[in-house]
């Protein structure tokens, strides 16, 4: 109980870290996050659905379709951490908290944000939606960080996203995604840190019958 406990705060971190990074940084150049925050980005561009819906309507359709490969467990705290991270996008996405108002400090800035609040979340063997959901089932069948399948994974997005709403949105998303799955395996591969090792059983389990 203690553990779990621990693994949900941690989560709740993780998502409230990572809806900061998207809402304060990315979203207002319509940078997407990733595969889910690029299809957030063209729902909100094509009927107006706002970002903090349309993020969590999107992972909540990805997720259903992939919990058979993470887990009841990781499935019911990836919910969780998705709900987290929309609820903090919806809390600052309004112009009082924009701190700058130049999009390529934002995209670093928002970049790095975003990979920490992504690795804790992945640390703690839940995904942080969207493409996450892929991305954690192919780390842990080919036993990799999920850094690099992630960014993969996000490219296909972006270049539609790009193709729709601007061409230079591909290259920013490129970069951010860049640093951001940099930092993402930075903090998942951390072993140091005592609060971090005692993940959300489920998707782990998995890999024994491999």
Not at 3 to 31: D, E, K, V
């Amino acid at each position: 109980m203690v553990h779990s406990l621990r693994s949900y705060l941690l989560i709740t971190c993780g998502g409230f870290i990572q809806g900061i990074g998207m809402a304060l940084f990315l979203f207002p150049h319509s940078i997407p996050s990733g595969g889910a925050g690029g299809l957030a980005v063209l729902l909100n561009y094509w009927v107006n659905i706002p970002f903090s819906f349309a993020l969590w309507l999107v992972n909540f359709s990805m997720l259903v379709a992939a919990i058979y490969w993470l887990g009841n467990a990781s499935a019911i705290g990836t919910m969780y951490g998705i709900t987290i991270t929309s609820l903090s996008v919806h809390l600052f996405s309004f112009e009082l908290y924009r701190p700058y108002d130049n999009v390529w400090i934002d995209l670093v800035i928002g970049s790095i944000i975003l990979g920490i609040g992504v690795g804790i979340l992945l640390r703690q063997g839940v995904s942080n939606g969207g493409m996450g959901v892929l991305a954690l089932i192919i780390a842990n069948v080919r036993d990799i960080a999920p850094g690099k399948p992630l960014f993969f994974l996000n490219g296909s997005i972006f270049i539609v996203t790009g193709s729709i709403i601007a061409w230079p949105i591909v290259i920013q998303a490129l970069i951010s995604q860049w640093l951001s799955t940099k930092m993402v395996d930075v903090i998942f591969r951390l072993r140091t840190m005592l609060l971090f090792e005692q993940p959300i059983q489920g998707w782990r389990k998995k890999s024994v019958k491999r």
